[in-house]
């Protein structure tokens, strides 16, 4: 079922004020908690909402330095090297992508330094042919999905401005835009 107004409603109070009960989110809405509740359940049935929980800041966690490392993988072990990259703490995400690598992969660190024993653990991996690594100077977008709810909700009142957008890098602890 594609996801209407109310729901992108509920998706904007869920985004903007995560901490909220249900009960807070029905009044505010104008409509029944029993609807809100089942909205939700159905969002979440239909894999809409994923996850629930604090975004964290890497680098609060004492990682600040932030890298795209490229993996290009040996063909037919690209199951086996990312079940490997998931026991690296310092992956905080990995996709299989098209293109100049298999896996692309956002990888934090401590320092430079830290970045190349990461690097130079990733490169041991049996079936890693190859890595080429991008350093990320400044988030200049930080991760938001409210632009997009109000587009497919149909309340679509950007327009093209920044409406509902996080304020930057570490703002907004705790809200999963």
Request: overall charge neutral; proline content about 4%.
């Amino acid at each position: 079922m594609p996801v209407d107004a109310l729901d992108a409603k509920i998706l904007r109070l869920l985004l903007d004020q995560p901490r909220t009960s249900v009960r807070e989110y029905a009044r505010v809405l104008g409509v029944a908690r029993g609807t809100v509740q089942a909205r939700i359940d159905r969002l979440e049935r239909d894999g809409v909402i994923t996850a629930y929980g604090p975004r964290l800041s890497a680098a609060a966690l004492g990682h600040p330095l932030l890298a795209f490392v490229h993996i290009e993988v040996t063909q037919g072990h690209l199951e086996e090297v990312a079940d490997a990259l998931a026991e690296v703490p310092q992956i905080i995400e990995a996709f299989s992508t098209t293109g100049g690598g298999d896996l692309l992969t956002r990888v934090v660190a401590r320092d430079a330094a830290h970045l190349e024993d990461v690097i130079q653990r990733l490169i041991s991996l049996p079936g890693v042919v190859r890595t080429r690594t991008e350093m990320a100077l400044r988030e200049r977008v930080a991760h938001r999905m409210l632009p997009l709810v109000e587009t497919v909700g149909g309340t679509d009142t950007s327009a093209g401005t920044s409406s509902g957008a996080s304020t930057g890098a570490g703002s907004g602890a705790g809200k999963a835009r």
